[in-house]
Nanobody
């Protein structure tokens, strides 16, 4: 099993910043693409950003220029730096990681895991 734990959410004023972290643990062989998603009340979950194993990033238009995703492969941790936050950024933020893990038998299999989510609230 691969576990993802998000941290760094909280309450911030309009225009403020937060840095989210997504730490992966378990029998990980490699982590490929990691995605950051968010879900606001009454709305579907949306993709916010992705970062590949090589560090290539992509962002939703709504956060482009304000959010930056990065990763520390040695720590199996991905970050989402969120700047110039707006009230419409309020949501529960989740990370999703896809990669390869090792079973107890030694066999390598793919995995896709989600974190538990962290609340981000931006007050106006």
């Amino acid at each position: 099993q691969v576990q993802l734990v998000e941290s760094g959410g909280g309450l911030v004023q309009d225009g403020g910043s937060l840095r989210l972290a997504c730490a992966a643990s378990g029998s990980i062989v490699s982590i490929n693409t990691v995605g950051w998603y968010r879900q606001a009340p009454g709305k579907p979950r949306e993709l916010v950003a992705t970062v590949t194993s090589g560090g290539t990033t992509n962002y939703a238009d709504s956060v482009k220029g304000r959010f930056i995703s990065s990763r520390d492969n040695a720590k199996n941790t991905v970050y989402l730096q969120m700047n110039t936050l707006k009230p419409e950024d309020t949501a529960v933020y989740y990370c999703n990681a896809e990669g390869v893990r090792r079973l107890a038998s030694g066999v390598f299999v793919g995995f896709s895991s989600w974190g538990q989510g962290t609340q981000v609230t931006v007050s106006s």
